[in-house]
């Protein structure tokens, strides 16, 4: 395991090194055997990059596209849709009357000069 928030266990990578053969297919049946075991998307993502050394936006790519994980697919880009929404404009288009506290928004930003 890692200090991350999201760890990687040595049966995560053990499932990765058994089946990993750089095919597509043999992804889809790490990604599945992970779910089976009740590993979260979060944890098959950081296995895919820290096995594979992709970006976090590759590696989340392959498991959202999965098909392990396709019966969430309309959620996550919908949950994936409304968080990019609240953070460029601060609201939900779907419901103008949920909006992010500017303090949210300002932990977000990096600290002017001004404040330190």
């Known amino acids: 395991m890692s200090g991350s928030l999201i760890p990687i266990t040595d049966e995560m990578r053990m499932i990765f090194k058994d089946h990993y053969d750089g095919t597509i297919d043999s992804l889809q049946i790490i990604l599945t055997s992970l ?36 019966d969430e697919k309309e959620g996550n880009e919908l949950f994936r849709e409304n968080f990019r929404q609240a953070v460029l404009y601060g609201k939900d288009e779907e419901d103008p009357d949920i909006t992010l506290l500017s303090s949210e928004i300002m932990l977000l930003k990096a600290p002017d000069e001004d404040s330190r």
Not at 51 to 62: F, G, T, V
Request: aromatic fraction near 6%; hydrophobic fraction near 50%.
């Open 35 to 70: 779910k089976e075991k009740r590993y979260s998307q979060a944890q098959a993502v950081r296995l895919i990059m820290a096995e594979m050394k992709l970006s976090l936006i590759d590696a989340d790519k392959i498991v959202l596209h999965s098909i392990a994980w396709s």
